[in-house]
């Protein structure tokens, strides 16, 4: 019952949130209020619960207690996999500053409807999670958190998934990961035909030309990683230097913020050390850990 006291608060979370969750549980609970209407109260109580978040959430308290039994167990258990999304998107975005929807009030509602219609049917925790912080980003960074993402998301199983959140913290700058540090990387080297496979990163050319990075170097510049933060130094003279790697793609630079991962001080010397060791006299690279 945590996540109904929570999102009755419109100023714990923010006002976009709280009318999101209470239009989730009004599109779920709506069926099984009209069923069962002569049970509740007049006619009249339906108009009610239709427009009053109060009541919704009242309504889904009552539910899932299922206290007399007149409810579906299947029904229950699937209003509790939408209120654990909510909780977990109430859990990202508490504190957060709200961003204004790139999207209309439709645009919106559209969206949540078919968010709402997949939770329904993950039970799995952490699913839940990738799913609640997938509702929160809507709210807090809602550019690219399109219907072509949800639909993306919905068609990953819980293993593709689980590759895609242990391979994420080892792209920086959200976008990238150097070629050179790949197969020093516990793990990435066999993700990476994973990660290809499912569209999360791309390449140009053959496996052995993968994309270029650029960086100036007018006196320092910074990489941003997972953890740990990386500042480059030029050596010599050189303004700009470059460095192989396979990139993140639009959907995949939305999945990096999703699954929440972040690189251990070993993984972070290894990449310190590789980048040393690619740009030799070109640039010093430091790492540097953050909050």
């Known amino acids: 019952m945590y996540v109904l006291a929570a999102i009755g608060t419109a100023g714990t979370v923010g006002r976009k949130l709280y009318l999101a969750a209470c239009y989730g549980i009004k599109r779920f609970l709506e069926p099984y209020f009209i069923a069962h209407e002569a049970k509740i109260k007049a006619k009249t109580e339906l108009a009610i619960f239709r427009n009053d978040p109060l009541k919704q959430l009242a309504f889904a308290k009552e539910f899932m207690k299922n206290s007399d039994g007149r409810f579906p167990t299947e029904a229950v258990e699937e209003m509790k996999n939408i209120c654990n999304v909510i909780k977990a998107a109430v859990d990202c975005t508490d504190g957060s500053q709200m961003s204004k ?43 690219g958190i399109n219907n072509r993402v949800l639909y993306f998301i919905r068609d990953l199983d819980k293993q593709e ?17 150097p070629d050179c540090i790949v197969n020093n990387l516990e793990g990435m080297a066999h993700d990476l035909p994973k990660l290809l ?30 953890g740990f933060n990386f500042k480059l ?6 303004k700009k230097i470059e460095i192989q790697c396979y990139g993140l793609t639009p959907e995949g630079q939305v999945l990096s913020r999703l699954c929440e991962s972040k690189l251990s001080q070993s993984e972070a010397q290894i990449i310190c050390d590789r980048l040393n060791n690619y740009f030799q006299d070109e640039a010093r690279v430091e790492m540097i850990e953050t909050p």
Request: charged share 30%.
């Open 233 to 238: 130094n030029a050596i010599g003279e050189k």
């Open 197 to 226: 496979s499912l569209r999360i990163i791309f390449r140009s050319g053959d496996p052995f030309h993968p994309l270029v990075s650029t960086f100036d170097l007018p006196e320092e510049s910074n990489i941003e990683g997972n």
């Open 161 to 177: 998934i689980e590759t895609i959140r242990r391979s994420m913290r080892f792209f920086l700058n959200n976008c990238f990961v």
């Open 101 to 143: 929807s790139l999207y209309s009030e439709e645009e919106d509602k559209e969206w949540y409807a078919r968010l709402f219609d997949e939770v329904k049917y993950i039970s799995d925790a952490e699913l839940q999670k990738v799913w609640g912080r997938l509702l929160a980003e809507r709210m807090v960074h809602p550019e």
